[in-house]
């Protein structure tokens, strides 16, 4: 799913037949008056929300109807003080979508003005009062940040605060947009009901333009809950791409760089117990050093096995604790035998020059370790095909480009 909402209207040109979303018996407003057996005359009709609706959740979208119109244009305004309220039409045409959830308790007037092809124009208008503040929400955040530049591998990942009831799966992926530059197809997994993941088909394009709005804020999730904050963010990939592989068989380590061998180094990995996973991964986290504490997977830092280790130049790779980091205890080892607790120990000058040269995102390949990657055991979107990931989508998926973004004109 794509979008790109801006602007206070819409304009949308419409076959001259019934179109927007939704089976109305209701009266429509047409020129001159009439229903929908007025056959040739243009009308429009708001079918959501209803007029004088009240307690209307803010994140509601306007769903309309148009007949024998060539063009509609959909406003919805503050009806206190007449500010505008800007948003866009689904890719699909089946609602005008806010850009931002509406203000709590406050009412609203929303208007969509169908045009025939005589030009003369009929309004259908419904003004309604959204519900008050709730008290009962779910934070969202993402793993990508406003600005920044990731790996072709880097999926997009939403982590909700609180577990999001299955019921209301579609109802939130409906509300997550992407838009790429250039246009890439890609579709929503939910990893589990707090982490829904975005990848492309294939890794993004070089050089690709990636925005991201979240409309969260005010959307029903069940049991008096609701979505708390909307997310706008603008990134980017990287230029140039950068991939790692590791293999077990020959204890090395390999980068490319536009399909370029640019360093080959000398790599230990996890020991027969404790062995390193394989599979398709990505660079999660990028830092100088952090503190290495086995008691944080359960093994006591005073037991055998155990440890409390600076580590310098760590590049997770998945949540159970596989990094490709510096070790220069390992130095003799590497390349030779397989020494640790499950990582990729390289040395300290090879590390260095991972850290200076990656990004978040750099796919990474593990292969021979006879040992292999768990689902969900970090960012493990391209661990599996295409055709799985696409199962994990709530609402059904359509093969194809990315739908064009919403527009204002």
């Excluded at 088909?201 to 909307?230: E, H, M």
Aim: hydrophobic share 35%; aromatic share 8%.
């Amino acid at each position: 799913m794509a979008c790109r909402l801006r602007g206070a209207v819409l304009i949308v040109i419409v076959a001259l037949a019934l179109s927007g979303c939704g089976k109305s018996t209701a009266h429509w407003n047409g020129a001159g008056g009439g229903n929908l057996n007025d056959g040739g005359k243009v009308a429009a009709l708001i079918s959501e929300p209803k007029d004088g609706a009240t307690d209307v959740p803010a994140s509601v979208e306007i769903t309309y109807q148009t007949r024998n119109a060539k063009s509609a244009t959909v406003e919805v305004t503050n009806a206190g003080t007449g500010a505008k309220v800007d948003g866009g039409p689904r890719p699909d045409g089946s609602s005008w979508v806010p850009m931002q959830a509406l203000r709590y308790g406050m009412k609203y007037t929303a208007k969509v003005t169908a045009t025939g092809a005589d030009g003369k124009t009929v309004t259908s208008t419904a003004t309604f009062t959204t519900m008050a503040e709730p008290g009962n929400t779910s934070h969202m955040i993402s793993n990508m940040g406003d600005g920044q530049v990731y790996g072709v591998g880097a999926p997009i990942v939403l982590t909700f605060t609180k577990s999001i009831p299955k019921a209301a799966w579609p109802a939130v992926q409906r509300r997550l947009f992407v838009q790429s530059t250039p246009q890439q197809e890609g579709i929503w997994n939910w990893f589990s009901d707090r982490e829904v993941h975005y990848r492309p088909k294939d890794p993004w394009q070089v050089g690709t333009k990636i925005s991201i709005q979240a409309l969260f804020r005010g959307v029903p999730l069940g049991d008096g809950r609701y979505g708390d904050d909307d997310l706008s963010i603008d990134a980017s990939v990287v230029t140039s791409a950068l991939r790692i592989e590791i293999d077990d068989a020959s204890k090395s380590l390999t980068v490319t760089q536009d399909g370029k061998v640019v360093r080959t180094v000398k790599a230990s990995l996890g020991k027969a117990t404790t062995p390193s996973s394989s599979g398709n991964m990505v660079v999660m986290t990028r830092a100088t050093q952090e503190i290495f504490d086995s008691s944080t997977s359960g093994i006591p830092v005073n037991s055998p096995g155990g440890y409390r280790e600076t580590v310098f130049y760590p590049l997770r790779l998945t949540w159970g604790g596989q990094y490709i980091h510096a070790a220069p205890w390992s130095v003799g080892q590497q390349g030779r035998f397989d020494v640790s607790h499950g990582c990729t120990n390289v040395s300290p000058d090879d590390a260095k020059w991972l850290y200076d040269n990656t990004h978040i995102g750099d796919p990474v390949t593990v292969k021979n370790t006879g040992s292999p990657l768990k689902w969900g055991d970090g960012w493990t979107d391209w661990n599996i095909s295409w055709d799985e990931y696409v199962k994990g989508s709530a609402i059904p998926y359509t093969p194809g480009p990315a739908a064009p973004s919403p527009a204002t004109s």
